[in-house]
């Protein structure tokens, strides 16, 4: 990491306006996501979260899934806005990183620990979500830009298909990433006095 901890998470920013470049190798970008599916921590240290790289024409492949599928349920008017997002903010990328959370893991937890039944499949929520955060501050701090989508479950049959993945992983959002057009704008803060308490 070239900044420390600090500043990388500070920079970490959603970008929509990417390009279809890359400062760093495809090696590189597969060692970021190793990184993080190494040393993130997951409840019970589960490691129920699985990532997948897509890469030129799967990524593309990935964002046609996405219009074919939004292309039958958005309002044949509202479509031509929709497609323009897909394909400027997102199919306009280097590539998108998949995040999943395996089932056969979250549902092997229910039945070992009955009790705590009902926390696991928030807690592999958590455990993803720190996945998606370490990725993306990582591609940021190498120069790359990201932003993260959300169009499972409606993709979710599509998307298993296409890339013949194990029906027990879970689509639980979409990572697209390029080299930034231009930097994103100021972002607006909610006062620290009304989220952080300290009792002394
Ligand atoms: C849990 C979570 C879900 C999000 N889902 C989406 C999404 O579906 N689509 C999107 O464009 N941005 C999504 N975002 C990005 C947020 O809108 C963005 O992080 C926020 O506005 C702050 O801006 P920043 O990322 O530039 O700091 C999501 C962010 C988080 C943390």
């Known amino acids: 990491m070239k900044r420390d901890f600090k500043d990388a998470i500070k920079n970490r920013r959603t970008y929509y306006s990417i390009n279809d470049k ?3 190798s495809d090696e590189a970008i597969k060692e970021i996501i190793d990184f993080a599916v190494l040393n ?3 409840s019970f240290n589960s ?3 699985r990532i997948v790289l897509l890469l030129n024409d799967n990524h593309k492949k990935l964002w046609n899934i996405v219009k074919d599928v939004l292309r039958k349920i958005v309002p044949a008017d509202a479509f031509p806005a929709t497609e323009s997002k ?3 903010a997102f199919a306009a990328g280097y590539g998108t990183i998949l995040f999943f959370e395996d089932q056969s893991v979250v549902e092997g937890l229910q039945n070992a620990f009955p009790s705590y039944k009902d926390n696991f ?3 592999s929520q958590h ?6 955060l370490t990725i993306w501050t990582m591609l940021e701090d190498a120069g790359l830009g990201a932003s993260l ?3 499972n479950p409606i993709i979710d049959e599509e998307v298993a298909k296409a890339f013949n993945l194990n029906p027990k992983w879970k689509l639980i959002a979409q990572m697209p990433f390029g080299t930034p057009n231009s930097q994103p704008g100021a972002k ?3 006062p620290l006095d009304k989220r952080v308490l300290v009792f002394k």
């Open 22 to 24: 890359s400062p760093i």
């Open 40 to 42: 993130v921590p997951s």
């Open 47 to 49: 490691q129920s979260s």
């Open 86 to 88: 897909i394909d400027n």
């Open 121 to 123: 499949p928030v807690w």
């Open 127 to 132: 455990t993803s979500a720190m996945h998606q």
């Open 149 to 151: 989508q959300h169009y």
């Open 188 to 190: 607006e803060f909610q």
